[in-house]
C-alpha cells in the first residue's frame, strides 16, 4: 500500500531560508504503539508549514516533542542548524518555539495578563511582579493583534476564540521563533476564523515560522506555503503547496483515493421510537416537540450555544427538564439519570470525547463494557471471557487500530478513542442513538469511516440522531433535518428540500421576507 | 451503498485481547515488589531479634495491623474512586462510647454488636450524605466530622472510662480460634477476601475503577456515580464500627481518646500499598501485603525496644522509601 511518490517526497529546499527547526529522522515508541518512525519536518522562517494526517499520523506527538513534553527515542532535533535536546517545556520555551494547543493549556482563573506573562512576568527590584508593567505590556501585545481585550479580566469569562487570541499573544510575549497552531480553528464562528487568518498573515510578515494542523483542506490550501504528509507515524512527503492538488493530498493522507464521502442510502424509515414533547428547560431551551422513526437519521443543525446539545442531554438523563414528556416505543418515559435512558435504551456519544465520552485510564474493553455490566456478568460478578468478546465484536466493527484491547484508552489517537465510545454505546444495543459533532475534530479517512457507519446502523433499523455543525454533514447524511435557534426549534426540513441557504436562513434567524 | 466508498482496509486485521500475559504483568507490578519488601523485613527481623520467630509473639504482631487494616480495605475503595475519608478514628471513638455507654445500662455482647455497627453505618450515611447530597469535598466534610464525632465523645466521657464490658465480648479482641490464629486475625482474612471480591470481581468494583478515573465519563456512561460512593462511605462507616468492636473488646475500655491518630496510618497503608492517593488505580492484594509490611515493621522495632514516636519516624521514612522506589528505579534507567 505504500506509494513510492517521487515528486511528493523532494524536500530539497528550493527559494525557501534555511529552517528555524528541523526534525531529522525521529523515532518515538510508546508501549506496544510506535508513534513516529524515522519522520522528518522542517519548519522555514515566515512561512506557514501544514502538517497533514490522519487521526493516529503521528501530528500530536511531533508538536509534544517540539515543544518538549516527550523526548524522542531516535533522531535528532536542530534549531537554527544547531543540534538540541529539550529535557522540558521550559527548554523548548527558551529555544522559542511554543505552541496553542487543541485545547489550550491556559488558566481560567488567572487574569489575561497573568496569563501572558506566567512564568516570565516582568519583575520590580524586589522580585515581586510589576503588575503595571505587566499590564502595560500585555495591553500592547494584545494591541499588535488588534485583540480588543480587557488584560485584567479572568480568563474564564472570556468566550474560546479570545482564549486563543490570548494565547497567541503569549506565544509573543515570550518572542517565539516558532508557533505550532494545532487545530486552532476547531471551535471558531466563521468570523473569527477570517480574523485567524489575517493575524497569520501577521506573524508570517514578522518572520515567524508557523506549523500548521488542521483538518480542513480549505484552511490549509488558504493559508499554507509547504505541507508536510504523515501517514501512520510515517513521513510520507513534503514540498510546496503550490505544487499539489486536493486530490493528490489526500492520496497521500489516506493511501487511497477517497471518492465519495457521504454513502447513498436507501431511505425508508419505520415505527416512531422516539416522541418528544413540548421539552424545555429553565434557561437552555424551550417547547422541543419532534419525533424520530426507526432508521431515519435526523440531524440536528444550529450555531453553536443554540442549545441542540442541552435538550440531548436531557433526553439521556444528564439534566433534567423543567417540562415536557418522552415517549419510547409508545410508553411515557420518565428518564432522570443516563442509567434510565440507557436501559430505555436511548444512549448519547458526547462531543467533549476526553471529559464525558472516554475512561482514558480504563483499558479498551472496560471501555466498551462500561455501560453494558449487566449482560456481561452474572449476578454482578464479572465474566472477563465476555466483556472480551463483547469489546471484540464491536470494535471490530468500528475496525479499531490498537495493539491490544487491555491497553489503557488514552494511549490511542483521537479518532481510534472516538471509535471506542461509538462501540461503547452500540453495545448496549440501543434503538435510538444520539451522536453530537460525531466527525468533528477527525481526519477524512475516520470521517468517512463513521458516515458509513452511520448508514449502515439507519440501515439496520437503528434510529439516530445527528447534531452537526457541518453543512455538507447534514446535507450528505440527514433524511430530515432540525434546525434549532436560541433554544428553540426554528424549522423542521423535510430531506427533500435540504439545503444551505435554507438551513443557514434558519439558523441565523434570517427570514423569508428580508431576504 | 456506493461502489466506491472508502475501502475497510485490511480486513484481516484483529486487535489481540492482551498485550502482555497476566503473569507477565504480575511479575512487573507494584504488589510483588512490596512483597519482596515484606519479606526483607521479615528475614532481617528474624535476625535482629531471636524472639520474632515464635508463633505466639507472631500471633500477638497481627494485633499491631488487624484493626486499622480492615478499615483500610474499605478505605482503599473510597481513595479509588477519588474520595477519602478522614474521620475513621472518630468513629470508632464515637462507636466504642456508643457501645460503653450501652454495657453501662447492661446490654448484652450481641446488643453491643449492632449498636458498634450500626453506630459505623450512621457516621458512614452522614459523611455521604454531605459529599454525595451537598456535592462537598470529602477531604473537608471528614476532617469535620472527625472533630464532630470525637467531641461528642469527650462531652460524654469527659476524663472518665467506661469499663465493665460483659464477659462474652472480650471474644472479639481476645480470643483466638485456633491455636495462635486469633479471632481478629480470622476477621481481617475475610474481609481481605470480600473486599478483593467486591473490588475485583464485581460491576460495583468497575464502577469504583471507573468513577476515580472520570467521574464525569462515568456518570455518561450510566453509572450512578453518587450512589456508589454514598456506598462506599456506608462501607467505610460500617468498617470502622467493626474496628471499634475489635478494639474496644481487646482494650475492655473506652476512652475518647481511643485509635487517636488511626485515621493517617490507615491512609498510609493504602498509599503504601500501590493505591493512587488521586483515585483511580490500586488493588486490594496491594494493601494487604502493605498491612503486613507496616505490622512488622512495627513489630520489630518494638522488639528492639525502639519507642513509639522512633517507630512513626520509621514508619514515614518507610512510606516516603517505598513509593519514591519505581520513580527512582525509572530515573537510574534512564540516565
Known sequence: MLMQNAAATDTRPRTAPAPVVALDAITKTFPGVTALSDVSLELHPGEVTALVGENGAGKSTVVKILTGIYRPDHGTIRVNGAPVQFAAAQDASRAGITAIHQETV????????????????????????NTRRMRTRARALLDSIDA??????????????????????????????????????????????????????????????????????DEIFRIADRYTVFRDGRFVGAGPMAEVTEDALVRMMVGRSVETIFPARARKPGEIVLQVEGYSHPTEFED???????????????????????????????????????????????????????????????????????????????????????????????????????AREYTGRLDLRAAALDQALGNLSGGNQQKVVIAKWLATRPRVIILDEPTKGIDIGSKAAVHEFMAELAAEGLAVIMISSEIPEILGMADRAIVMREGRIAAEVAGGDLSPEILVRHAAGITQDAQ | MSTQSVPRPDEARRVPDRLRSPLGRLLKSWEVLLLLVAVAIFVANSFASPYFLDAWNLSDATFNFTEKAMIAFAMAL????????????????????????????GIGPAGLVAIGLVCGLACGAFNGALVTGLGLPSIVVTIGTMSLFRGISYIVLGDQAYRGYPPGFAWFGQGYVWWVISVEFVLFAVFAVLFAILLHKTNFGRAVYAIGNNPVGALFSGIRVARVKFILFLLTGLMSGVAAICLTSRLGSTRPSIAFGWELEVVTMVVLGGVNILGGSGSIPGVVIATFVMGLVTFGLGLLNVPGIVMSIFIGLLLIGVIALPRLWAMARRE
Open chain 1, 148 to 217: 480588543e481585550i480587557d488584560v485584567g479580566v479572568r480568563l474564564r469569562d472570556l468566550g474560546i476564540a479570545s482564549k486563543h487570541l490570548v494565547a497567541i499573544a503569549r506565544a509573543l510575549s515570550i518572542d517565539a521563533q516558532v508557533v505550532i497552531m494545532d487545530e486552532p480553528t476547531a471551535a471558531l464562528s466563521h468570523k473569527e476564523i477570517q480574523e485567524l487568518y489575517a493575524l497569520v498573515e501577521r506573524l508570517k510578515a514578522q518572520g515567524k515560522a508557523i506549523l500548521f494542523i488542521s483538518h480542513k483542506f
Open chain 1, 288 to 390: 422541543i416537540s419532534f419525533s424520530l422513526r426507526e432508521g431515519e437519521i435526523l440531524g440536528f443543525y444550529g450555531l453553536v450555544g443554540a442549545g441542540r446539545s442541552e435538550v440531548m442531554q436531557a433526553l439521556f438523563g444528564i439534566t433534567r427538564p423543567s417540562r415536557g414528556t418522552a415517549r419510547i416505543g409508545g410508553t411515557a418515559a420518565t428518564i432522570r439519570a443516563p442509567a434510565q435512558a440507557i436501559r430505555a435504551g436511548i444512549v448519547y456519544v458526547p462531543e467533549d470525547r476526553g471529559t464525558q465520552g472516554a475512561i482514558r485510564g480504563l483499558p479498551i474493553f472496560q471501555n466498551v463494557t462500561l455501560p453494558s455490566l449487566r449482560r456481561t456478568s452474572r449476578h454482578g460478578f464479572l465474566k472477563l471471557a465476555e466483556e472480551f468478546r463483547l
Open chain 2, 78 to 105: 473510597l481513595i479509588i474512586s477519588g474520595e477519602i475519608d478522614l474521620s475513621v478514628a472518630a468513629i470508632i471513638a464515637l462507636a466504642s462510647t456508643a457501645m460503653g455507654a450501652a454495657a453501662q445500662a
Open chain 1, 106 to 129: 491556559l488558566f481560567d482563573e488567572l487574569t489575561v495578563a497573568e496569563n501572558i506573562f506566567i512564568g516570565h512576568a516582568p519583575r520590580t527590584r524586589a522580585g515581586l511582579i
